[in-house]
Structure formats: C-alpha cells, structure tokens
C-alpha cells in the first residue's frame, strides 16, 4: 500500500487531510501539514527546528527569544535569564530548576523541603536550622528539631527560648 494515500490525521491549523509521512509532521500532540507549521511571527516553517508554543502560538525560537514575547515569558528570579522550559513557581515567583538553591550551601532545592528568612533568602532545612535556629538560655544548645522532624518546639518565657525538656526540668518556685 502507498504511504501517500494514507490519511494521518487532520491538520490541527487547517482541518484538511494530512496525507502521506512527507507532507505532515506532529508538534504538541497535533497533526500538521508542514506548510501549516509555521512561526506566527516570521511564517518559516518549523518542522524539524527548535518552537516554542506561548498562549495558543506557536514561534520559532529567534522569534520567541528577541522578540516582544519574552515580555510575557517566565523570568528566573535567580539569573535574570528566560526560561524557555520548565518553570519551577516557588513562593509566587518563577526559577529555573537549577536556580532554586540554599543561599548558604548552594544545594538543589527542586522538590525538598525549603525555609525562607525575613529577607526571602531560601534555605535547605538543614542550613536554615543550623544559620538561623535560637540558643536554649539554659542549656546554651541549638534548639533544633527532634530527630524524624523538620518542626522546631521550644519554650519562650521572658524573652529567651528554651528547649522543652530544659524549662520543665527548671524549678521556677
């Protein structure tokens, strides 16, 4: 059987037929005609290069990238620098994956646990504990979490913290 004469589907820009491997191409989950697949911006045909599809529109990638585009498109709030794959949206801001670090450690962040500071410095749990966690007045110890635990407890009397264990062992009488 000719090739040619099988129907692959319906073009996703057009509606007619896309008849034969050569004539189309899919993009997106869609069937095109390579003559429908083209940048909205500059009309080159995409099939083959590098797109990228922003609110309905597909554009080739010089279009996407200098022109008036990258002023909808996600900024990393780290580099600066468009992010033209994923976005990783952490605390109402956009970064791209491998920006998303410990401000101390520089350690990947994507997907782990996470603190932030009063000046929205983000922190591994670890980091934020050990650079940011109070001293018992007491036993002068971090008050750190218990073991299995990302929550610290601890005791605030008079304007100092204490572990749990440190104020109920003190007689206050």
Do not use: W
């Not at 940011?132 to 407890?153: D, F, H, R, W, Y």
């Amino acid at each position: 059987m000719d090739t040619n004469s099988l129907c692959f589907g319906t073009c996703a820009k057009c509606t007619g037929g896309v008849y034969g491997a050569a004539q189309g191409c899919q993009a997106m989950g869609q069937v095109y005609h390579d003559s429908c697949f083209t940048c909205c911006v500059c009309g080159q045909k995409l099939k083959g290069k590098a797109f990228y599809e922003f609110s309905g529109q597909v554009f080739c990638e010089e279009d996407y990238l200098y022109s008036s585009v990258k002023h909808f498109a996600e900024v990393c709030t780290s580099c600066g620098y468009l992010i033209t794959d994923m976005v990783l949206q952490a605390l109402g801001k956009s970064f791209h994956p491998d920006c998303f670090r410990c401000f101390i450690c520089n350690e990947k962040l994507e997907g782990q646990p996470f603190s932030v500071d009063t000046q929205n410095k983000i922190y591994c749990v670890k980091d934020y504990h050990r650079i940011l966690a109070q001293t018992c007045a007491i036993c002068e110890q971090l008050i750190l979490p218990t073991k299995g635990s990302n929550e610290i407890v601890r005791v605030m009397s008079m304007g100092k913290s204490y572990h749990v264990t440190c104020y109920e062992g003190k007689s206050y009488i």
